[in-house]
C-alpha cells in the first residue's frame, strides 16, 4: 500500500482507523468491566468469608459462653430447690435469677438418671437414664465439663454436662446437663447468611457426617463441599451458575465441625450481564463497519492495481499509436489571443484555424498535446514549428508506410483520448478536427456520449479538449445538443462583441486599418480621429487591451497601438 494510494483513500483509511480504535476502546472498555465484576466477585467473596467467620465465631462463643455458664452455677442452691421428678416450674425462682445464656438444665443422680429440668417443653426427659452413654461416663471419669453432639433427631442437639461436687445431696445429683439445639443455632448465626439460591452445610469434620444442610442440598453438592474442604475459598460453577464457596472450621468440645457457605453471584452476574451485551453489541456492529471497510480498502486497492494494469495497457496503446508525453520547445508559433481555462471542452464552428491557433497555444502554455487531424499532418507541424507533438491521423483510408497513424472510429479515437489523460497528472491539450467527419462515419448520438464521458476525465485531469467542425454539416437540433454541453467560442466572441460600445468598434476598425495599411498608431492620432479627449483615449485604449483586443508597443519614446487577433475577429 504506497503513499499514493493512502492519499487518494485518505477518508475510507481515517473511517477505518477510527472504527478499529473506537473497538479497541469498547473491547477496553468491555475487559475493564469484566475486570470490575471480577473485582466486585471478589469483594463479594471476601464479604461472604467475614459473614461466616463472624456466624462460626459467634457459635463457639454461644456455646463457650453456656458451657462456662453451665460450669459456674451454684450446685448448692440447685441441689436445695431440686423438686424430683418435676419439670413444670421447677426451679423457676433459681432459673429467674441465675440462668443468663443457658436456656435449660437438667439434674442427673448416680444412677444416670434425670431426675428434674428447668423447662416444661423437656418433659420427656424426665427419668430417661443416661447411665451406659460415653458421655456420662466420660463426665463421671473425668471430672471437667464436657460437649457432646447426640443426633437423637435431625439435625441434633448438643450436649453440656458438668459435674456436681456436692457431696451427700439427699437426690445423691451428679451431674448436671444443658441442651443446645442445632436448628436454635441455625436461626440465630446461620440462617441470616442464606436465601433462597444459596446453600449451607454444618459437617462434624471428625466422622465427616453431615449435621444440618440445606433442603435443597442433594448428595452430588454434598460430595462437592467434601471435595473442596480442603479450600478456603472459591468459585463453582454449578448448573451453569457461578458460585461463591466459602467455609470455617469451629472447636465445638473436643470436635471439629465445618460450616460452608455455597453463594450465588446470580445478582452481581446479571447486574453486569446488561452492559457486557451492550459492549459485546457495539462490538459486533463495529466489527461489521471494520469488516466492510476493509472490503472497500481491499476493493480499492484491486481497483488501483486494475487502473495501473490499464495504464500499462495503455501505454502499449499509446505506443502502438506513435503516441509520447512530451512538452514542445518554446518557439512554436500561434497568433491565438483567446486564453482557454484549464478543465473544460470547447468547440469553434467553421473557423478551422483558430482551432489550429488554441491547440497551438495551450502547447506553448506548458501542456502536453495531441491531435487528430484530418488535413496532412507534416505541413501543419512544419506551419507551427511542432516537433514533439504526438498526432493521428483521421481518415477511412490506411496510408501505406506512414508515420502516423490513422483512425475513424468512434470508439479508438476517445479510448486514445481517455488512455491519454490517464497517462500522468500533467495538463494536456487535444485537438480534435473536423469532428463532424468523425459523426458523418459513426452517429451523432454516439460521439456526443463519448464526449460527454470525457467531460468528467478533462475536469479532473486540469486539461482541455478542443474540437472544431462545419456547422452546415449537422444539425441545428445537434448544434443546440453541443452548445448546452460544451463550450461556444463563437458564443464567447459575440458576447465580447456586445460588451465594447460602437466608440470602441470604431477606434478597433481604425487601429485595423492603420495596421494594415502599415501606418503606426499613437493615441494622439486617436484623439484627433475621433476628436476626443486624451483622458478619454487613454480609458478606451486601456479597456479594448484589457480584453485582449489590442496591445500597445514601446517603440523607444512612442507608443505604437497594434490590434490583435482576437480584435480583428469581432470587427
Not at 436445695?80 to 421428678?85: A, F, G, K, T
Not at 461436687?165 to 439427699?170: A, G, H, M, Q
Not at 499509436?321 to 478543465?343: A, Q, R, T, V
Not at 483558430?354 to 501543419?380: P, S
Amino acid at each position: 500500500m504506497n503513499l499514493k494510494f493512502v492519499r487518494k483513500n485518505i477518508l475510507f483509511i481515517f473511517l477505518f482507523l477510527s472504527f478499529l480504535i473506537l473497538g479497541i476502546l469498547v473491547l477496553t472498555n468491555y475487559f475493564s468491566v469484566k475486570k470490575l465484576e471480577t473485582g466486585i466477585l471478589n469483594q463479594y467473596d471476601t464479604h461472604r468469608d467475614l459473614l461466616l467467620e463472624k456466624a462460626a465465631l459467634n457459635i463457639e462463643k454461644d456455646i463457650n459462653s453456656k458451657k462456662s455458664e453451665l460450669n459456674g452455677l451454684d450446685k448448692k442452691i440447685i441441689l436445695d430447690e431440686i423438686i424430683s421428678n418435676s419439670c413444670s416450674d421447677i426451679l423457676f425462682t433459681t432459673k429467674k435469677n441465675i440462668l443468663i445464656n443457658l436456656e435449660n438444665y437438667f439434674v442427673i443422680d448416680d444412677k444416670g438418671k434425670i431426675i428434674s429440668c428447668t423447662d416444661s417443653n423437656y418433659l420427656d426427659y424426665l427419668n430417661l437414664n443416661i447411665k451406659d452413654t460415653n458421655y456420662f461416663k466420660e463426665v463421671s471419669d473425668s471430672k471437667k465439663t464436657i460437649i457432646k453432639y447426640i443426633q437423637t433427631s435431625s439435625p441434633g442437639q448438643l450436649y453440656l454436662l458438668t459435674p456436681i461436687s456436692v457431696k451427700e445431696n439427699k437426690f445423691n445429683a451428679v451431674a448436671l446437663l444443658s441442651i443446645i439445639e442445632i436448628k436454635d443455632l441455625y436461626s440465630k448465626y446461620i440462617h441470616e447468611l442464606i436465601s433462597n439460591e444459596n446453600y449451607y452445610y454444618l459437617l462434624d469434620k471428625t466422622n465427616s457426617n453431615i449435621i444440618m444442610k440445606s433442603e435443597t442440598l442433594n448428595n452430588s453438592l454434598i460430595n462437592i463441599f467434601k471435595e473442596k474442604a480442603f479450600q478456603k475459598s472459591e468459585f463453582l460453577t454449578i448448573n451453569e451458575n457461578i458460585y461463591v464457596f466459602n467455609k470455617k472450621q469451629l472447636k465445638v468440645g473436643n470436635d471439629i465441625w465445618e460450616i460452608g457457605v455455597l453463594s450465588s453471584t446470580k445478582e452481581i452476574e446479571d447486574m453486569f450481564s446488561n452492559s457486557n451485551k451492550k459492549h459485546l453489541i457495539s462490538l459486533f456492529f463495529i466489527l461489521i463497519i471494520l469488516g466492510i471497510l476493509f472490503v472497500i480498502l481491499i476493493k480499492l486497492f484491486n481497483l488501483k492495481e486494475n487502473v495501473e494494469n490499464k495504464l500499462k495497457k495503455a501505454e502499449m496503446t499509446l505506443e502502438n499509436f506513435g503516441i509520447k508525453m512530451d512538452y514542445e520547445i518554446s518557439n512554436s508559433k500561434s497568433f491565438s489571443e483567446n486564453k482557454l481555462i484549464n478543465g473544460f471542452i470547447y468547440f469553434i464552428r467553421d473557423d478551422f484555424e483558430q482551432a489550429h491557433e488554441l491547440f497551438v497555444k495551450g502547447i506553448i502554455d506548458k501542456r502536453i498535446g495531441l491531435g487528430f487531424l484530418k488535413e496532412e499532418i507534416d505541413n501543419f507541424k512544419k506551419k507551427y514549428n511542432l516537433d514533439k507533438t504526438s498526432f493521428i491521423r483521421l481518415g477511412t483510408d490506411t496510408i501505406q508506410n506512414s508515420k502516423y497513424k490513422t483512425v475513424i472510429k468512434n470508439r479508438i479515437i476517445f479510448k486514445i483520448i481517455s488512455e491519454f489523460l490517464d497517462k500522468n497528472k500533467e495538463p494536456k491539450i487535444i485537438l480534435i478536427d473536423h469532428l463532424d467527419f468523425i459523426i458523418f462515419q459513426n452517429s451523432f448520438e454516439s460521439v456526443l456520449s463519448n464526449l460527454y464521458e470525457l467531460k468528467e476525465k478533462i475536469k479532473m485531469t486540469n486539461s482541455i479538449l478542443i474540437f472544431s467542425l462545419n456547422q452546415n454539416a449537422i444539425s441545428n437540433r445537434n448544434l443546440l445538443a453541443l452548445e448546452k454541453e460544451f463550450i461556444d467560442i463563437e458564443t464567447e466572441e459575440k458576447k465580447l462583441m456586445k460588451s465594447i460600445s460602437k466608440l470602441e468598434h470604431e477606434i478597433l476598425v481604425f487601429i485595423n486599418n492603420s495596421n494594415n495599411n502599415k501606418l503606426e498608431v499613437r493615441y494622439k492620432d486617436i484623439s484627433k480621429k475621433f476628436e476626443i479627449t486624451k483622458p478619454t483615449t487613454s480609458k478606451k485604449i486601456k479597456e479594448l487591451e484589457r480584453k485582449n483586443l489590442i496591445l500597445t508597443k514601446d517603440l523607444g519614446r512612442r507608443k505604437v497601438i497594434e490590434i490583435t487577433q482576437k480584435g480583428r475577429k469581432i470587427i
